[in-house]
């Protein structure tokens, strides 16, 4: 199982369920779990479960998919969008200038203890001066870095150069932490407070306000940033 064989399956979905596609993520991943494992199954790695593997390799094709899903209709809005581990994992003299310029305005300065990249999943940013738009952060449940999250906006909003960078969460919410307003769980309350949106990849409804809202408003509400 790879991610281009995700991209097929996505593609199957796009056609059985047109823009709501993306209400349907955990399904599809229910789907590809069931190859994941047959192919797994064939050549397992010694000490290590089912469970162990498909984890990561879960987590990691969410925030890809994510990137696929976005990417076109970022670039129609002419900005770009690249996954974060590209700076965390790579040296600024083996970026691109334009990709060091960008790791540079994206990252939170620790004072003596220098400059660092946050924990992040995409960052989205305008090409033609490398200002940061904003950071994205993806992940299955809120549980596994919404607080994660909610720390880097505060670290972020205290630097005049980063200040402005706005700060979001994507997820299927699959422990259903942001379905509803009241009564309030704590994830839900950090994703209010302490993020500039979150939005959610789920069938299920969610009573959505300024703040948590569905994904398919997440182009739209891009769209309004870039215009202030």
Do not use: C
């Not at 990691?60 to 002419?78: M, T």
């Not at 704590?186 to 789920?202: C, L, N, P, Q, W």
């Amino acid at each position: 199982m790879t991610f281009e064989d995700l991209i097929k399956l996505y593609e199957k979905y796009k056609q059985k369920y047109g823009e709501k596609a993306y209400k349907h993520i955990s399904e599809l991943f229910e789907e590809a779990k069931g190859i994941y494992e047959k192919d797994w199954q064939k050549t397992p790695t010694p000490g290590e479960d089912f469970g162990q593997s498909w984890k990561p390799f879960k987590g990691h094709n969410l925030e890809k998919l994510i990137l696929y899903i976005i990417q076109d209709e970022v670039e129609a809005l002419g900005l770009k969008v690249e996954s974060g581990s590209k700076f965390e994992k790579t040296k600024s003299e083996n970026l691109t200038e334009e990709l060091s310029r960008v790791k540079r305005n994206v990252s939170v300065d620790f004072g003596e203890f220098g400059l660092h990249v946050p924990d992040i999943d995409l960052v989205i940013y305008d090409p033609k001066d490398y200002k940061i738009i904003a950071i994205l952060s993806s992940k299955v449940t809120l549980r596994e870095r919404i607080a994660q999250t909610g720390y880097w906006k505060i670290k972020l909003s205290k630097d005049p150069v980063t200040k402005d960078i706005k700060v979001f969460f994507i997820t299927p919410d699959e422990d259903g932490t942001l379905t509803r307003k009241e009564p309030i769980q704590k994830g839900r309350a950090i994703a209010e407070i302490d993020t500039d949106g979150s939005y959610v990849m789920s069938e299920t409804e969610i009573e959505e306000s300024e703040k948590v809202k569905m994904f398919d408003k997440f182009i739209e509400d891009l769209r309004n940033l870039i215009k202030k």
